[in-house]
Nanobody, 126 residues
Framework: EVQLQASGGGLVQAGGSLRLSCAAS????????IGWFRQAPGKEREGVSW????????YYADSVKGRFIISSDNAKSTVYLQMNSLKPEDTAVYYC???????????????????WGQGTQVTVSS
C-alpha cells in the first residue's frame, strides 16, 4: 500500500520560504502522480502543484505559479514543494496525495487520489 509522509511546515514571515517534503513508499506502478493540496480554515481543499513520474512533468495552480517549485528526488522517493515569496493567503494545512496507474493530467480533483499524507501546517505572518 502506498504511504505518504508530509513534513516541513512551520511559521514564516511574509516574503519568506519553506520547503515541504512528501516521502512516498509502496508504489506498485511505474507511473504515478503526486499532488500538493492545501486547505485553509473554512475553505475547500485546493490543489497547488503536481508532479508526474512520467517524464517528470510538473504543473502549478495560477495562485502559486512563479513562487512555488515542485521537484522529486527519486533516490529518496521524496517530492518537495519549495515555497518562496510566501504570502499570508498561503496559510493552510498542506497535504500531499498520490494516484498511480491511469489518471488525467494534471489530476486536480481530490477525488482522483487514492492516498493522502497527514498534512503539515504552514502559517505565514504579515
Amino acid at each position: 500500500e502506498v504511504q505518504l509522509q508530509a513534513s516541513g511546515g512551520g511559521l514564516v514571515q511574509a516574503g519568506g520560504s519553506l520547503r515541504l517534503s512528501c516521502a512516498a513508499s509502496g508504489f506498485t506502478r511505474l507511473d504515478y502522480a503526486i499532488g500538493w493540496f492545501r486547505q485553509a480554515p473554512g475553505k475547500e481543499r485546493e490543489g497547488v502543484s503536481w508532479f508526474s513520474s512520467s517524464g517528470g512533468s510538473t504543473y502549478y495552480a495560477d495562485s502559486v505559479k512563479g513562487r512555488f517549485i515542485i521537484s522529486s528526488d527519486n533516490a529518496k522517493s521524496t517530492v518537495y514543494l519549495q515555497m518562496n515569496s510566501l504570502k499570508p493567503e498561503d496559510t493552510a494545512v498542506y497535504y500531499c496525495a498520490a494516484v498511480q496507474g491511469s489518471y488525467d493530467w494534471p489530476p486536480r480533483r481530490t477525488y482522483e487520489y487514492d492516498y493522502w499524507g497527514q498534512g503539515t501546517q504552514v502559517t505565514v505572518s504579515s
